[in-house]
């Protein structure tokens, strides 16, 4: 099992310029997330999604589109790059917690980096 | 919206026992709490989860008070392997989903 694996690992953009990062898992999870991590603020919930075709916001959405085609993969789009969005960004992946029982825990890509100057 | 407030670091020596506490006042009903370790370049990794009272696994114990408005991490004997930023998240799945981590408390172990 590859766990959650995320695409690129790493990016520089110009601002204006756009890109997706791939998140992909084969745990067969039904929910995703997408988080961004920036120093000094732990990491917060950009949007995340409880199933194929399903997509909600979460903390930060602003600048951000996401897409569930498939169960297994959960794309974040940056239509427009900004300096502000310059951060570590990572996917993570869950059970619900009325199908894993006692307790659901995220298991976490290991991160992409983008910078965009 | 509830916030979760972690000291911003802690230095402790190998072999002791090390409590980190979370504070998140505003837990609502149907919250639960978990607590994650963070490598450098690396995702976070799940510790423990609990709702209240105490739960223990292999690696950690969770102790949360009664009025559930903070919590605590305990690390048995750490060694200089357990260096690393640990994170205490607040999440809800009933009603409007919630996942608001905390800022993270760097632990470093010392000889």
């Known amino acids: 099992n590859a766990g959650v694996t995320q695409t690129p690992k790493f990016r520089v953009l110009k601002t204006g310029q756009s890109m997706t990062l791939l998140c992909a898992q084969d745990m067969n999870h039904e929910y995703m997330y997408w988080y961004r991590q920036d120093p000094g603020m732990g990491l917060r919930l950009i949007h995340y999604?409880?199933?194929?075709?399903?997509?909600a916001k979460g903390e930060v959405p602003d600048g951000y589109n996401v897409s569930r085609l498939k169960k297994q993969n959960f794309l974040l789009g940056l239509e427009s790059a900004a300096p502000s969005q310059t951060s570590v960004y990572f996917c993570?992946?869950?059970?619900?917690?009325?199908?894993?029982?006692?307790?659901?825990?995220?298991?976490f890509g290991p991160g992409t980096r983008l910078t965009v100057t | 919206l509830a916030k979760t407030t972690q000291p911003i670091s802690m230095d402790s020596y190998e072999g002791q026992e090390v409590n980190i506490t979370c504070s998140h006042n505003?837990?609502?009903?149907?919250?639960?709490i978990t607590w994650y370790q963070q490598f450098p370049s690396q995702g976070p990794r799940f510790i423990i989860q609990g709702y209240k009272t105490k739960v223990t696994n292999e690696v950690a114990s969770l102790f949360i008070p009664a009025d559930r408005k903070s919590s605590t991490l305990s690390l048995p004997r750490v060694s200089l392997s357990d260096t690393a930023v640990y994170y205490c998240?607040?999440?809800?799945?009933?009603?409007?989903?919630?996942?608001?981590f905390g800022t993270g408390t760097r632990l470093k172990v010392l000889a």
């Open positions: 998240l607040v999440s809800s799945t009933s009603g409007t989903y919630k996942y608001i």
């Open positions: 993570a992946s869950s059970e619900p917690r009325y199908r894993s029982g006692t307790s659901y825990e995220q298991y």
């Open positions: 505003n837990i609502a009903t149907n919250d639960y």
């Open positions: 999604s409880v199933g194929e075709g399903t997509t």
